[in-house]
């Protein structure tokens, strides 16, 4: 491949922009607050799009299904995965972090009093009852104008479902023309995506300007715990379902690499949301699986953040050398298998996910967590790529599942990368 080409390929410029902005968050540390805008910016463009492009595909998903105990069927399998799935992943980082026990050894400095004090705060604020009742939106628009996954795929759905219920050039009008919205904002996406390496280079110019290679330090034994066990769910948990499922997981990761590098670069999975979906329909997914899967995965399948959460709980307890039975070990499985699901719809939802865990075990001090605050960043990139491999894989594994997969589109996308 010539350079010219090389150049002209996203990824290239994604990659060339995040060791930019590595070195100029090392060498020019005030860069860090312009490099937060740019990096805002940029993940805001995305998200204007989410909610719009989630309710378009879901509606033209389940009308064309045309029926809803198929929806019912494919949203009942795919609940079931991401339980197991999650539940998986939290049981290995609560085993890796036994075996390698990275608490041993730190020193707890609380050096985050007014953060920790906002996360403890948010945490108490925090209600599941509450939780649960906010699933079902009370007003519509407000959970476009908000970005709420969950209450959009709630809408959509019921959208969807009275749209199957008219008949005639009634419905295949309006399907028209929400076909051609869908086109509409798809372009839209691919113009903001030619922006990726500004928005890779400014968030991780505002990282390493901001915390700081050095902060790093004595957190590195943490770090390298959790990327090696995310790195082991991504290439033993999910490779063995995808050849299960007969599939290649390498061929699909090296496919959707923009996304992976973009998810990297701004640490944000909710960055490559859309272009995954987009993806996932050229790959060979029907449009009615990824409508619904993709979405639902995005609230119930995070993989990436329980990992980390299991292995945060764990690290706690060996810094301040809480020994924990093996029925509070397995407590902390249940509840998390519980807390995990509702990280989504919250900002800073690891740590309040994470504060309300640590309330309900009562013998790991929540002050704890202001240990975890410093290098957080540095981890989310690992949970927002490992999200984002679980969620592709999932939607796969349902659509093969649905008999909605197409090998031959997916021989002719992955052959083309």
């Known amino acids: 491949m010539s350079m010219s080409k090389l150049f002209r390929h996203l990824y290239f410029q994604v990659i060339i922009a995040i060791i930019l902005g590595i070195l100029v968050g090392a060498f020019f540390p005030g860069f860090a607050g312009t490099g937060k805008v740019i990096s805002e910016v940029f993940i805001n463009l995305i998200k204007m799009l989410i909610a719009p492009i989630i309710f378009l595909t879901i509606v033209l998903g389940i009308a064309r299904m045309g029926d809803m105990k198929k929806v019912g069927r494919v949203g009942g399998k795919a609940l079931l995965y991401f339980e197991i799935v999650t539940t998986l992943a939290i049981t290995i980082g609560i085993v890796v972090a036994n075996l390698l026990k990275p608490g041993y050894g730190v020193i707890f400095t609380n050096t985050n009093a007014s953060a920790l004090a906002k996360i403890e705060k948010d945490a108490a604020a925090f209600n599941w009852t509450e939780f649960l009742m906010h699933i079902v939106p009370s007003n519509a628009i407000d959970a476009f104008a908000k970005g709420d996954i969950l209450q959009v795929l709630v809408f959509a759905i019921l959208f969807g479902y009275g749209i199957t219920k ?45 915390f700081g290679l050095q902060s790093l330090t004595p957190m590195v034994k943490l770090m390298g715990c959790v990327y090696l066990t995310m790195f082991l769910f991504i290439f033993v948990v999910l490779n063995g379902i995808a050849r299960f499922y007969g599939f290649s997981l390498w061929r699909y990761l090296k496919y959707i690499r923009n996304e992976i590098l973009l998810v990297l670069g701004t640490s944000s999975s909710e960055s490559a949301l859309p272009g995954l979906m987009e993806r996932l329909e050229k790959l060979g997914c029907s449009r009615e699986v990824v ?47 519980i807390t995990s699901k509702g ?17 309900v075990i009562k013998v790991i001090p929540v002050e704890g967590l202001a240990i975890l605050i410093g290098v ?38 992955t052959h083309n990368t």
């Open 291 to 337: 409508g619904l899967v993709v979405p639902a995965g995005y609230s119930f399948n995070l993989d990436g953040t329980s990992i980390y959460l299991s292995m945060a709980v764990i690290f706690l307890a060996q810094v301040f050398n809480v020994p924990l039975t093996i029925w509070q070990e397995l407590t902390v499985l249940g509840i998390l298998m």
């Open 376 to 413: 957080d960043r540095f981890m989310s990139e690992a949970r927002a790529i490992t999200n984002l491999i679980g969620n592709g894989v999932a939607t796969i594994v349902m659509a093969k599942s649905e008999n909605a997969f197409d090998e031959e589109m997916y021989r002719q996308a």
């Open 343 to 359: 990280a989504a719809g919250i900002t800073g939802s690891g740590f309040i996910v994470l504060a309300s865990t640590l309330s």
């Open 166 to 210: 008219l008949n005639g050039p009634a419905a295949s009008s309006l399907l028209g023309t929400f076909e051609r919205l869908g086109e509409v904002f798809f372009n839209i996406l691919k113009f903001i995506m030619r922006l990726a390496p500004l928005g890779a280079f400014g968030g991780m110019a505002y990282t390493i300007g901001s």
